[in-house]
């Protein structure tokens, strides 16, 4: 490997060599007859190719080398014709004899490599042979060797959901970066791995958009005439050049042609087509930013319990807010990469014809190198981006958890605590961060230096045409504006590609949590609940959070229509977890839940829980009014309907009593209210929804024995006719009812009424 490195780089010196050699001999005057464009194409583009043939040795770890061997032998091939064509030295000529020299070396050079080349590869073939021969199973099914067999499955298997774990820090980045890995290896190249992006780029495409579409069209008959601008006002100034060469000292003004080039400059300025594109360009990325934004959103909000009990609110929201930044997925299209494209083919022909093949070649040169600086940077850049990012998430994770939770950081006096941690996850942000930019910065300088000396070479080229009176003085000058018109598409190739690279990692995220499904959703063919009665029964439920251990086993009991359910027992026993089936916020694992002979499964998930009424355990209140906050069981409720549930609810007195009444904030998750106005007022909630099916999960539980009397009442009407599931543990909230069932580590272990239960002293 080290001896094809030494010989490649031997190769492209003996180029070099040649090149300086003929250099040195035109500036000394030694050489009497031009050196041939042909020759200098020859030259010039043989540094490239075995210079960009060494950087890729040079870049790789593991090498194919069959390519390169026949590259080598190309190689050697052509040179060894050109050797053959070219006239034979004159004698006495020392220099002209080193041209054989130098194309013979090259040739052994090329020759050596080549032989190496096949020996490597041949080398690594019998090495992978007698690898595979060793890792072959003694017993395979059917000649199939099983991987699998005696081996746990891996978690990288499962769908990977875009949720962080409470703990993941840099695990998790590094699970997203091997699921990258694997995923490319499975598309086998990275077009195939970018065609997984296309959800997101219809989201991004103005799809359905009129308005949008109508700017679409007048943007590409824009950028149409931008790109003849850019060539229309360097050659404008040129022929104004030549014009005043013309007519220098005889007072005449070409006002023609500087009345035309003062119109390109116009158009192709800010106040002329880009305005236009500007004003185009708007609706396109608003629509972008907003299908994303609401894809991603109601995505979330229709995915099942289980992915939320996981899920880390601060997190989702910064992947949503990364993934939006693909609203510029249009832009990157239709303005950097189609123009960029159309922008260099369009130079490259016209400095051709401007002057010579040379200055062509230098630009390619330069194109070729810049592009792959930009690579290379981009490529490390990529690794601390993903860090970069992570670190931005994390710090935004540790700032949501400790607001979020400021009562509990404040009971314990934790705060100190809690802005430590808060300034090491902003002090490793700032740490990801400077290193991204460094080598991003790095990278853009290096680049820029490409472009510097090509300009500086293309000028001095050129110069040198024009003092020998092979072109004329415009034509300098053109070139010289014209450059920038070249260094703009190689700007944007490198600046597209980290671009594009950067909307990738961070919508990295985003497209991991649109393919995530929702554990729990309606069956092809489901139907809506038709509610008839109430009557529900479990037949031998069987549920588990955790295959290791069953929550609810061989669960099966009827509630009768109309009839009140009370569920007792240890704090753990699977109480909760059966209103949570009954809601369907998880699926049975076996067995099934049916609701007037219809299983839950088998009905939309909108009918199912419209059909419910839910107190919760822990209730939580959006950071706005109490009337709204009300109002939200059934938007169409009057205000009358909403302070009327309230009174029954038994809060009516307590909400008046605030300076702002019902306009009165309750902040975030309902800060601001005590527990028990909290769960009155969810209470409240659930008599203003006037379900057919009531669950009460704990709905007393912060609530004064009191209070508790004054609300029994309201209960009773609330209740009266409808199926009701009761959590409980105090004996005033389920003496009461029609059945009560005593849950013990996932199972029924004694059911009846209470005085049935009582004279059993159960």
Partial sequence: MLLGIFLETFTDTLEIGQAVRYAFQQFQGLEQRNVSQDFQVYIGGSIFIWGTVTVNLLGKSRRVWYPYAAIWILGALLETCILIINDSPKSGELYSS????????????????????????????????????????????????????????????????????????????????????????????????????????????????????????????????????????????????????????????????????????????????????????????????????????????????????????????????????????????????????????????????????????????????????????????????????????????????SIGNWQTVAHFNMAAYECDQYSKAVEEHNIARGRYYMVHYAGYAAQNLILLLGQLSAALLAAYRVSRGDAPVGNFITLVTYWHTIEAPLTSVSFSVRQLSQMLIDSERLLELLRTQPSVADRSGAKPLLLTQGRIEFDNVRFSYDVRKASLDDVSFVAEAGKTIALVGETGGGKSTILKLLFRYYDVSSGGIKIDGQDVRNVTLSSLRAAFGMVPQDPSLFNTSIMENVRYARMEATDEEVIEACRAAAVHDRIVSFPDGYQSTVGERGVKLSGGELQRIAIARAILRDPRIVLLDEATSMIDAETEAAIQKAFKRLTKGRTTFVVAHRLSTIQDADLILVVQNGQIVEKGTHEQLYALNA
């Fill in 98 to 401: 080193l041209d054989p020299a130098l194309q013979v070396s090259r040739i052994v050079c090329l020759l050596i490599l080549a032989g190496s080349g096949f020996c490597f590869s041949t080398t690594c073939r019998l090495f992978r042979q007698s690898v595979d021969e060793e890792n072959q199973p003694l017993l395979s099914a059917h000649g199939r060797a099983d991987a699998d067999y005696a081996s746990v499955a891996s978690d990288d298997d499962q769908d990977l959901l875009i949720v962080d774990d409470e703990d993941d820090g840099p695990n998790r980045t590094k699970e997203l970066k091997e699921k990258q890995r694997k995923r490319l290896q499975e598309c086998g190249s990275w077009m195939a791995y970018l065609r997984d992006f296309k959800l997101l780029a219809k989201l991004a495409w103005p799809s359905g958009n009129r308005s949008a579409k109508i700017c679409l069209a007048i943007l590409i008959v824009v950028i149409l005439a931008d790109r003849a601008l850019n060539l229309l006002v360097p050659r404008q100034l040129g022929i104004i050049t030549d014009k005043l060469s013309a007519v220098h000292e005889t007072g005449e003004i070409p006002i023609r042609e500087i009345g035309l080039w003062m119109l390109y400059v116009w158009l192709s300025s800010y106040a002329g087509l880009h305005a236009i594109t500007q004003f185009c360009q708007l609706p396109i990325e608003q629509h972008a930013y907003r299908k994303i934004g609401t894809t991603a959103f109601g995505h979330i909000m229709n995915l099942s319990m289980e992915f939320h009990s996981n899920k880390h609110s601060g997190e989702l929201m910064a992947a949503i807010g990364q993934g939006q930044h693909l609203y510029r997925l249009c832009d990157f299209i239709f303005l950097d990469v189609g123009p960029m494209i159309f922008d260099l083919i369009i130079a490259l022909i016209y400095v051709t014809l401007l002057f010579d093949a040379s200055i062509t070649l230098i630009m390619i040169l330069v194109g070729v190198g810049y592009t792959c600086i930009g690579t290379k940077s981009t490529s490390w850049a990529m690794q601390r981006r993903r860090r970069y990012n992570q670190a931005q998430r994390n710090e935004s994770k540790v700032q949501n958890e």
